[in-house]
């Protein structure tokens, strides 16, 4: 009786206060550690575009022409940039700490939208917190949220999509169709790939319709087709009006986007089972989703869905009613996945291009762990239920603890997480691919190098991004040129396939994740003092632009 009695107890706790606090404390956390966070991979890239972008917008310059960035959305980049010139942020340090500030501002805004679906589907505060703790202890996505201006916000604007679609499925308003049509345009507007938000809005105004046959209510078609048209109309204008480059020729670009996206992403595929393969094969979601996830999120989720499964066989007319909003959350996620196996579309690195069907995920465990607690009222054994119920709060108790300790540890490099024993994913499996463990390579050197400049080469693009989100005096200190003999080698292993080819006896540090080495840092033994000129000395604060890393080697 005493766990039972622990157990109202809990259930008599305040819930409101806690989500508050919540909230607040996640928001605190990630914008205090924002600063810690080095430059990824695109972020220079997306920098350019939000600049350029901005001088079309406002002096009317050329539209970016550069095939990597000209046909990524840029309504967001174009805001970051406006308020970098609006806050006068010249120092590239101060750049990207904003950059990663803003980004995860709406990552934890994404956090707000998955409660409200999962308070609005489970009824009860404390599940629906549950959804915003799983969704903020995901260490992959987590690590995401400061240095992704892309699949992040994709993923928290699609998010926000689904909440207008429910409203607009609920209330079939002018109002609700305006603003679920505005946010959809915005969704495809970030992303092409957004382009799974209107089948959505098809598929399940198709099944209202459906909903009210089967009730036998009259079905006011005059009114769907205006609304349907009407949402069809702002989601075209919405698209084109976030979006700049549609501004002119917008059907011929458009289709250029679209082609581009299917038939010109860079470098599909990666290294997969230590291979490192062109294409995508139809497995590659599937794997990298349960080698990227916490076990416990990924048990839970298979739960959830076996529970849906069994729930659909056995009452399948509930799906339309009593279950609309749990079937949408399975479609979220099954949907996108079978369209792109199908078509075979080419990815890249890990999932990260889905993360939009994350959330679905997020929710679907939830229910899976309500349906296993539910089970317990099926036990009639009073000790057996009592040890179901307490087994089913510890371990994901414990599970919760665990990833949040492995997140603090090996903070700032959460997105390297992977569930699998670190002998089964080295030398298998990208580790650092956004290349954010330069930044702790170069800090490394210049706490341990007392000389007044060292010089140093770097084996892959982000080595020379990192340099932006260093202080001033770190800038001065390493010089990067190929016109001295280089004291130091940083290396993510990203150029040979993850292989460690320089000599190991060389090796003076590492940045390591789980035992794994995702960075090391060589010293040359060759290396003799060089006078530097002044004029490699990096004193100038702005933002380094466009290096040539074949320049370093």
Request: hydrophobic share 50%; net charge neutral; aromatic share 18%.
């Given at each position: 009786?005493?766990?039972?009695?622990?157990?109202?107890?809990?259930?008599?706790?305040?819930?409101?206060?806690?989500?508050?606090?919540?909230?607040?404390?996640?928001?605190?956390?990630?914008?205090?550690?924002?600063k810690?966070?080095?430059?990824?991979?695109?972020?220079?890239?997306?920098?350019?575009?939000?600049?350029?972008?901005?001088?079309?917008?406002?002096?009317?310059?050329?539209?970016?022409?550069?095939i990597?960035?000209?046909?990524?959305?840029?309504?967001?980049?174009?805001?970051?940039?406006?308020?970098?010139?609006?806050?006068?942020?010249r120092?590239?340090?101060?750049?990207?700490?904003?950059?990663?500030?803003?980004?995860?501002?709406?990552?934890?805004?994404?956090m707000?939208?998955?409660?409200?679906?999962?308070?609005?589907?489970?009824?009860?505060?404390?599940?629906?917190?549950?959804?915003?703790?799983?969704?903020?202890?995901?260490?992959?996505?987590?690590?995401?949220?400061?240095?992704?201006?892309?699949?992040?916000?994709?993923?928290?604007?699609?998010?926000?999509?689904?909440?207008?679609?429910?409203?607009?499925?609920?209330?079939?308003?002018?109002?609700?169709?305006?603003?679920?049509?505005?946010?959809?345009?915005?969704?495809?507007?970030?992303?092409?790939?957004?382009?799974?938000?209107?089948?959505?809005?098809?598929?399940?105004?198709?099944?209202?319709?459906?909903?009210?046959?089967?009730?036998?209510?009259?079905?006011?078609?005059?009114?769907?087709?205006?609304?349907?048209?009407?949402?069809?109309?702002?989601?075209?204008?919405?698209?084109i009006?976030?979006?700049?480059l549609?501004?002119?020729?917008?059907?011929?670009?458009?289709?250029?986007?679209?082609?581009?996206?299917?038939?010109?992403?860079?470098?599909?595929?990666?290294?997969?089972?230590?291979?490192?393969?062109?294409?995508?094969?139809?497995?590659?979601?599937?794997?990298?989703?349960?080698?990227?996830?916490?076990?416990?999120?990924?048990?839970?989720?298979?739960?959830?869905?076996?529970?849906?499964?069994?729930?659909a066989?056995?009452?399948?007319?509930a799906?339309?009613?009593e279950?609309?909003?749990?079937?949408l959350?399975?479609?979220?996620?099954?949907?996108?996945?079978?369209?792109?196996?199908?078509?075979e579309a080419?990815?890249?690195?890990?999932?990260?291009?889905?993360?939009?069907?994350?959330?679905?995920?997020?929710?679907?465990?939830?229910?899976?762990?309500?349906?296993?607690?539910?089970?317990?009222?099926?036990?009639?054994?009073?000790?057996?239920?009592?040890?179901?119920?307490?087994?089913?709060?510890?371990?994901?108790?414990?599970?919760?603890?665990?990833?949040?300790?492995?997140?603090?540890?090996?903070?700032?490099?959460?997105?390297?997480?992977?569930?699998?024993?670190?002998?089964?994913?080295?030398?298998?499996?990208?580790?650092?691919?956004?290349g954010?463990?330069?930044?702790?390579?170069?800090?490394?050197?210049?706490?341990?190098?007392?000389?007044?400049?060292?010089?140093?080469?770097?084996?892959?693009s982000?080595?020379?991004?990192?340099?932006?989100?260093?202080?001033?005096?770190?800038?001065r200190?390493?010089?990067?040129?190929?016109?001295?003999?280089?004291?130091?080698?940083?290396?993510?292993f990203?150029?040979?396939?993850?292989?460690?080819?320089?000599?190991?006896?060389?090796?003076?540090?590492?940045?390591?994740?789980?035992?794994m080495?995702?960075?090391?840092?060589?010293?040359?033994?060759?290396?003799?003092?060089?006078?530097?000129?002044?004029?490699?000395?990096?004193?100038?604060?702005?933002?380094?632009?466009?290096?040539?890393p074949?320049?370093m080697?």
């Amino acid at each position: 009786m005493r766990f039972m009695d622990s157990l109202s107890a809990l259930r008599r706790i305040p819930l409101r206060p806690l989500v508050w606090g919540f909230f607040a404390v996640t928001l605190a956390l990630g914008l205090w550690v924002a600063k810690d966070y080095g430059i990824s991979w695109d972020e220079k890239a997306m920098f350019v575009l939000g600049e350029e972008s901005y001088e079309y917008v406002v002096l009317g310059e050329e539209y970016p022409t550069h095939i990597g960035i000209r046909y990524h959305g840029s309504f967001l980049e174009i805001f970051l940039y406006a308020a970098e010139e609006l806050f006068h942020l010249r120092y590239a340090r101060h750049v990207f700490i904003f950059r990663h500030a803003v980004t995860f501002l709406l990552y934890w805004g994404g956090m707000i939208a998955v409660y409200a679906l999962a308070l609005r589907q489970f009824k009860h505060r404390g599940w629906a917190l549950l959804a915003a703790l799983i969704y903020f202890l995901s260490p992959r996505q987590f690590g995401h949220a400061f240095v992704n201006s892309r699949d992040i916000p994709a993923m928290v604007f699609f998010t926000v999509k689904m909440l207008t679609l429910l409203y607009f499925l609920d209330h079939k308003t002018i109002r609700s169709a305006v603003l679920h049509g505005m946010i959809c345009g915005m969704v495809v507007a970030l992303r092409i790939g957004g382009l799974f938000a209107p089948i959505f809005t098809v598929i399940f105004f198709l099944v209202e319709i459906l909903r009210e046959h089967l009730k036998g209510e009259r079905i006011l078609w005059k009114r769907y087709a205006l609304l349907l048209t009407l949402y069809a109309g702002v989601f075209i204008f919405s698209t084109i009006a976030f979006w700049p480059l549609l501004w002119d020729k917008p059907f011929v670009n458009f289709y250029e986007a679209v082609h581009n996206m299917m038939t010109s992403q860079q470098s599909p595929g990666g290294l997969y089972f230590g291979t490192s393969i062109g294409q995508t094969p139809w497995h590659w979601i599937f794997v990298h989703f349960i080698t990227k996830t916490p076990p416990l999120y990924v048990g839970l989720f298979f739960a959830g869905v076996t529970a849906f499964m069994i729930d659909a066989f056995r009452h399948p007319r509930a799906l339309l009613f009593e279950r609309r909003d749990l079937l949408l959350f399975f479609s979220w996620f099954a949907i996108p996945i079978s369209i792109v196996i199908v078509l075979e579309a080419d990815l890249f690195d890990e999932w990260r291009h889905l993360y939009f069907i994350y959330p679905a995920v997020v929710l679907i465990a939830v229910h899976g762990l309500r349906e296993l607690m539910r089970m317990t009222k099926c036990v009639n054994r009073l000790r057996l239920r009592q040890a179901f119920l307490a087994t089913l709060i510890a371990v994901p108790a414990a599970g919760f603890v665990s990833v949040a300790v492995w997140m603090v540890r090996f903070h700032p490099l959460e997105y390297v997480y992977f569930s699998l024993p670190s002998k089964y994913v080295e030398f298998n499996f990208e580790l650092d691919y956004w290349g954010l463990s330069y930044r702790q390579g170069f800090e490394w050197i210049l706490e341990n190098d007392p000389d007044e400049f060292v010089t140093v080469t770097v084996t892959s693009s982000p080595g020379w991004e990192n340099l932006n989100i260093l202080t001033r005096e770190q800038r001065r200190r390493l010089v990067l040129s190929k016109k001295y003999t280089s004291k130091y080698v940083l290396d993510n292993f990203d150029w040979q396939e993850y292989r460690h080819t320089l000599p190991e006896d060389t090796i003076v540090h590492s940045v390591k994740v789980s035992g794994m080495p995702v960075l090391n840092v060589y010293r040359n033994p060759f290396w003799t003092y060089e006078k530097i000129d002044p004029e490699d000395i990096m004193e100038n604060e702005k933002v380094q632009m466009w290096f040539d890393p074949k320049s370093m080697l």
